[in-house]
């Protein structure tokens, strides 16, 4: 129960509280046409739900969403993606390509202020995986996301003996995101760990106050609703 514990609590902690973090979006990891996969998180700050499903044995579709709300922060995002994917003796390329928006709102005491922003993302993302390690239920995959940032940011700065000032930017940039993703559990249901850390490059940044985190993890739950074929 200590060690749930303590992996619980890092899984909040790095959740992030900043206007982006990476999505750490759950790989489809198809079987082929008709199977669809469920995969999705209540942890103690707010929901998420990501839907898997392949139009044919090598096209794919993804939607992706979150919320979260705590003391200091919320944000919500959506995510939709497609692409090719190819199952062979449940080895399993995927490359795909999408678009996301999303909106983060943070109170920082160190500098008594309100951040906030949307921010829009396009991407292109490779991922590989195994299936079935070792004759057992547990799933592996490594993946990578190689995308373009733009976001609208504001910053509300308080003062005690003046009025409150602001600031206002927008921030383009390239970002680089690679993905772990571990799975283990039964045939159709099983426990889903997933990371990623953001690397970004500022295209221009005309507010200086950072926005983006760079570390992500997520703990969910993942069902597998297999095709009537397979």
Request: with cysteine.
């Amino acid at each position: 129960m200590t060690f749930l514990y303590y992996l619980v609590f890092s899984i909040f902690a790095l959740k992030g509280c900043d206007i982006y973090s990476p999505t750490c979006t759950d790989f489809p990891m198809l079987d082929g046409k008709g199977d669809f996969r469920l995969d999705g998180t209540a942890v103690l700050f707010g929901p998420g739900l990501t839907l898997s499903y392949g139009i044919t044995d090598n096209l794919f579709v993804q939607a992706d969403a979150y919320y979260t709300s705590e003391r200091s922060a919320n944000r919500y995002y959506g995510l939709i993606s497609s692409g090719w994917y190819n199952n062979y003796d449940n080895k399993i390329v995927e490359l795909f390509g999408g678009v996301s928006y999303g909106h983060g709102s943070v109170w920082s005491v160190d500098r008594d202020s309100h951040r906030l922003g949307d921010y829009g993302t396009c991407f292109l993302q490779g991922n590989y995986g195994w299936k079935g390690l070792a004759n057992s239920h547990i799933d592996v995959a490594l993946g990578a996301k190689l995308g373009y940032y733009c976001a609208f940011l504001r910053e509300y700065i308080y003062h005690y003996d003046h009025p409150t000032s602001s600031i206002k930017g927008i921030c383009n940039a390239l970002f680089l995101e690679p993905t772990v993703d571990f799975r283990f559990g039964w045939e159709k249901l099983k426990f889903n760990v997933t990371a990623g850390y953001n690397f970004h490059q500022a295209i221009n940044y005309s507010n200086k106050t950072e926005m983006c985190n760079h570390l992500c993890m997520e703990l969910s739950l993942n069902y597998h609703f297999k095709s009537a074929n397979r």
